[in-house]
């Protein structure tokens, strides 16, 4: 045998001989012991569902909670939410809000990455007198959106100045980080 043909046989057959052997169907793979594997993926989730972020009140501080929601909300849908208050789930982890009574937030709209929430005046006998909080949960609740990076609070199409954590009026467009030293740390 000529040895130009040997070379070119042995590289066929060593490519194709690699000993992996073929299956018709796939295969559940076991990890050695003591090798941890990932989490296992969540598969029986529908198609299009998102994860909503709220932040809701627990001694005084804000928490930042996921909820599951069948498709991404919009900015007026994620403050609808958010007004609606904790659930059951929420309430029984001792998470309530301090939204009502302390603002009467109408709506929310968005123009390019600034959201604009609409305030009305509030009642007289509210009897609330947690407004930062109150504020703090919809700015921070609409800043965990990666379409929103501030918030600004609005009476009558005016800028309304609001309570920031370091307990001054801002009429200014708001973010998380005027709210930080109210923030439980996730």
Known sequence: MNHR????????????????????????????????????????????????????????????????????????????HLLAGPGTAERDSDL????????????ATATGTQARVAVDEPDDDAGRSDEVLAFGQIVCTLTSRDDVTTVVFLRDGRPLAVPRADGLLSEQPLTRADYAPLITPD
Do not use: Q
């Not at 932040?55 to 900015?75: A, G, K, Q």
């Not at 309530?96 to 709506?107: F, R």
């Open 5 to 80: 043909h040997v070379a070119p046989l042995a590289l066929v057959a060593l490519l194709t001989g690699c000993g992996v052997p073929t299956d018709d169907t796939p295969r559940t793979v076991v990890p050695p012991w003591g090798v941890r594997s990932a989490a296992p993926v969540d598969t029986t989730a529908p198609a299009g569902r998102a994860d909503e972020t709220l932040c809701l009140v627990r001694d005084n501080r804000i928490v930042s909670v996921v909820r599951h929601v069948d498709r991404p909300p919009t900015v007026e849908d994620h403050l609808r």
């Open 96 to 107: 309530t809000s301090a939204l009502p009574g302390a603002v009467d937030a109408t709506g």
